[in-house]
């Protein structure tokens, strides 16, 4: 009976944890971002800096030389995209009135025909609209102008966030072991052995989910970029990233890497033939992703299903913003995994037989 009571309190003690835990977590969700983010990429990166200090280099040393590295790789991306995007964006507006001409000469006339309405594009009209309603401009703008207040909050403390995380990231990768031994000290030795199996499993299934979810995107990436390339789409690489970045939520890379692709095709090549091919390459790129990357990178090793995918992203991106977006992925394949003990945990326990 006292081994029953006290397997009882053990349990209630762990309830009381999460509760807490859950709790302090909402409340403090609008300042807890930058530290999760840095908490990601310093376990990430923390494997370099043990190799550095196993190759007599310091901590300190090794953690300003990742963050180096780090920083060096985000450079060359900001550096290879933001041209590419600008070039792509002039290409678009110097064919822009080519594109309204097709507009105006296939597809108005196919809308008309299908479904009998009548669409007469009048430039004069539209002026003439513009210049009844540009009085009302200063009234939209007074409404509009608190929402821009909103916005410019957003985009500051999105600035602050960013800055902060290199911060939070140099101390974390620094004493990351020191951290690690002050929680292990922490936690009541009878709690000890339980938690540090819990903790390895949780270790191994997370950098298996990093490595296997990274691998993903950049082999996505490539191979839209290539099918896309060789069926002569000319914005091939900014829609084959896109599609690719977005693969690790189920379905809305192919969706948005579809939808993007098919509007340039048919700006470029004028006609549904030159459609199918771009149908051709996602379609594979789908097949190929479901039957054979995916499974072979990641497996079922993590078991998210789709409809919790999108769950933690939402819920995720409601408590911290942008940056919960990005985490919402590895923080769920750890609850998973908690979950996962925990249920087993129940299944044996008094209370459920």
Not at 335 to 340: A, D, E, F, H, N
Request: hydrophobic fraction near 60%; charge should be negative; proline fraction near 4%.
């Amino acid at each position: 009976m006292n081994a029953e009571h006290s397997s009882e309190v053990h349990y209630l003690w762990w309830l009381i944890l999460v509760c807490v835990t859950g709790g302090l977590i909402y409340l403090l969700s609008p300042i807890l971002t930058p530290f999760l983010l840095a908490a990601v990429i310093a376990y990430i990166c923390n494997p370099m800096v043990t190799h550095m200090e196993n190759h007599h280099i310091s901590r300190t040393t090794g953690t300003i030389l990742v963050m180096l590295l780090l920083l060096g790789v985000f450079a060359a991306l900001i550096l290879i995209m933001v041209p590419l995007f600008e070039e792509e964006a002039r290409r678009v507006i110097e064919k822009s009135p080519a594109y309204l001409d097709m507009f105006k000469t296939h597809v108005i006339p196919w809308l008309e025909t299908k479904f009998k309405i009548s669409l007469q594009l009048d430039m004069a009209i539209m002026k003439e609209a513009l210049a009844k309603h540009w009085q009302s401009a200063g009234g939209l703008a007074a409404k509009v102008l608190p929402s821009l207040t909103i916005g410019g909050m957003a985009v500051v403390e999105f600035l602050v966030n960013s800055l902060l995380v290199p911060v939070v990231l140099f101390y974390l990768l620094r004493d990351w072991d020191i951290l690690l031994k002050l929680i292990d000290e922490m936690i009541p030795r009878s709690w000890h052995q339980q938690i540090l199996q819990l903790a390895q499993e949780t270790d191994r299934i997370l950098a298996e989910f990093l490595r296997g979810q990274l691998a993903v995107i950049v082999l996505m990436s490539i191979c839209y970029i290539t099918g896309l390339w060789l069926i002569g789409l000319e914005f091939a690489l900014p829609i084959g990233l896109v599609a690719g970045i977005l693969v690790f939520v189920p379905y809305l890379g192919m969706i948005v890497g579809l939808t993007l692709a098919t509007f340039a095709a048919l700006m470029q090549f004028q006609s549904w033939s030159g459609v199918i091919p771009v149908f051709a390459v996602f379609g594979f790129g789908q097949l190929l992703e479901g039957m054979l990357i995916t499974p072979w990178l990641v497996g079922d090793r993590i078991g998210l299903h789709p409809v919790m995918v999108i769950f933690a992203l939402l819920a995720f991106g409601q408590l911290f913003g942008f940056f919960g977006i990005l985490l919402a992925l590895p923080v769920s394949a750890v609850m998973l995994v908690w979950l996962r003990h925990l249920h087993r945990r129940y299944l044996e326990s008094n209370f459920y037989n």
